[in-house]
């Protein structure tokens, strides 16, 4: 059998990481044939909680976990790490403006990008699911300068899957019916969902819609501000689909996306579709032999052109923020 793969994920004894390691486990981020070896970061004050879901870890009898082991400094954590999942955060909380929220999360990325750039293993892979997750991502990844900058991703596999079965509700259709969704810009409200390069069955997802009303005020509004909805009716945040997303996003970005579709995914940008070099926002890739492309070509009509403009402003407000701070 295949030597393990060394997984690090932080943020374990979080909502997501509870939904996430058993999945994990279980083979579903890698494939069925890939065991995986844990190895769980979090704060000193919940290492006890990470160690009791370890317990059921093992409860589990999971065939292809070769080991769990648990760390409360990134270093350690990160020695000889292939996957690393960098879910733990610093949220926002009440009364807390946005330069706060950056600086708080800098103490956390800067860190971990700088362990990661001295013990990652040469093939690693990094997904941050942490908010916020594009410019945590490009915080991380401008502290691993020896580390390619495209092996630093963030999350919008949610918000993708999030669009790809409002699309269907609307059309009736399975959610299979519906490929090549695509997520442009930073994992926040002012994302932009784009069916006009959608399909549905292979027809134009826009013309088979054919309703601008409601594309831009329902659709977009609800897979952007979706996070808000499930916060009101569960009364907690996403979290077992922030977990289904980010096995997603690893397995496509590790065993490649089917023939004839893509998946959205945040990757520093190389200037493609006119969004400034090096920022980590959201793009169509495909993914093929344990590494991906963004779509080239696409349309991008002047609806779409001013959402994903918008969005890459974001972006570039932040990452000026985060430069100001000296975090990258
Ligand atoms: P949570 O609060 O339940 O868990 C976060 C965990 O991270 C806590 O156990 C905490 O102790 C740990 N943590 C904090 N600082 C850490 C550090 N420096 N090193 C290691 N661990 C640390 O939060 P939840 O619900 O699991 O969400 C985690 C993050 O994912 C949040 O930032 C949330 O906003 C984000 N998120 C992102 C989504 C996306 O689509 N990109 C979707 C849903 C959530």
Known sequence: TQPPVNVTVTGAAGQIGYALLFRIASGQLLGQ?????????????????????????????????AGIDI?????????????ALLVGARPRTKGMERGDLLEANGGIFK??????????????????????ANTNALIAQANAPDIPAERFTAMTRLDHNRAIAQLAKKLQVPVSDVKKMTI??????????????????????????????????????????????IIEVRGASSAASAASAA?????????????????????????SYGVPEGLISSFPVVCKNGSYEIVQGLQINDFSRARIDASVAELSEEREAVRKLGLI
Do not use: C
């Open 33 to 65: 044939d890939k065991p995986v070896r844990l190895r769980l970061l979090e704060i000193p004050q919940a290492v006890k909680a990470a160690e009791g879901t370890a317990l059921e870890l093992e409860d589990g009898a999971f065939p292809l976990l």
């Open 184 to 229: 442009w810009g930073n994992h926040s409200a002012t994302q932009y969902p784009d069916i006009f390069n959608a399909e549905v069955k292979g027809e134009n997802a826009a013309q088979a819609v054919n309703d601008q009303q409601w594309l831009e005020n329902e659709f977009i509004p609800r897979v952007a501000k979706r996070g808000a909805e």
């Open 247 to 271: 096995i997603d996003h690893i397995y496509d970005w590790v065993n490649g996306t089917p023939d004839g579709d893509w998946v959205s995914m945040a990757v520093p940008s190389d200037g």
């Open 111 to 132: 860190p971990q990008g700088e362990a990661l750039n001295a013990g990652a293993a040469d093939d690693i892979k990094v997904l941050v699911v942490g908010n916020p």
């Open 71 to 83: 760390y409360d400094n990134p270093k350690d954590a990160f020695d000889g790490a292939n996957i």
